[in-house]
């Protein structure tokens, strides 16, 4: 079945530095990608999501490519805001008949003026 | 923006009784789901739901739990008789579709502690 493996947490950064929270992912064919975010206290939001191949998703400044070679999907933004502090989730969805989403554990960002 | 609702936010239960937890999709999705997240670990999907019958269900969901679209709005996750290990972080969501251009949205979950 499907799998993400992603970055251990938390990771703690200044203002303005850039992120990268790597993720990768095993199933059969080819999933469709999605980054989560929770804020404090609130549900589960979607980020961002490609669907195949070379896709980059992109939303609020992050970014993430669909990696097929490498079969990841690492989360990038170039300079974080206090307000990006949140847990993270990567998830591969593979549809047809299987539709559930799998999650990777989440990682844990906080950014520090 | 739509967005899933769910209640209520927290639901303290002792062991042994049931719970059910309550959730209204968006109101033009079809399909519905709920996952869980006990402290700590992954986000797990519990089950799937479509056209009024459950589609995909994980070996976490067991005869002591079930799903019930009781009317055109609500969607509900009963567990008959809650152990502690239940106590978790449980999520609803819902999709119009099952392409990954229609992913699945999230409802703020309901915490759920069993004493």
């Known amino acids: 079945g499907n799998s993400v493996t992603q970055m251990e947490g938390p990771v703690t950064l200044s203002e303005e530095a850039f992120l990268t929270i790597n993720c990768t992912y095993t199933a059969t064919g080819y999933p469709s990608l999605f980054w989560y975010v929770q804020y404090p206290g609130e549900g589960l939001q979607l980020l961002l999501k490609a669907t195949k191949a070379d896709d980059k998703g992109s939303n609020k400044g992050f970014e993430a490519t669909y990696r097929k070679e490498t079969t990841s999907f690492h989360l990038e933004k170039g300079s974080v805001q206090v307000s990006d502090s949140a847990v993270y989730f990567c998830?591969?969805?593979?549809?047809?008949?299987?539709?559930?989403?799998?999650f990777g554990k989440g990682t844990l960002l906080t950014v520090n003026p | 923006e739509p967005e899933v609702t769910q209640t209520p936010s927290h639901q303290v239960t002792q062991m042994g009784q049931e719970v059910i937890l309550r959730c209204v999709p968006i109101s033009n999705h079809l399909y519905f789901y709920w996952y869980r997240q006990i402290l700590g670990q992954k986000v797990e999907f519990l089950v799937s739901f479509y056209n009024n019958e459950i589609s995909e269900k994980s070996e976490i969901f067991d005869d002591q739990f079930s799903v019930e679209r009781p009317d055109g709005s609500n969607f509900t996750l009963k567990i008959r008789s809650t152990k502690l290990e239940d106590s978790a972080m449980y999520f609803c969501?819902?999709?119009?579709?099952?392409?990954?251009?229609?992913?699945?949205?999230f409802g703020d979950g309901t915490r759920l502690s069993i004493l």
């Open positions: 998830a591969s969805y593979s549809g047809g008949s299987n539709y559930k989403l799998t």
């Open positions: 969501a819902s999709s119009s579709g099952l392409s990954g251009n229609q992913p699945q949205h």
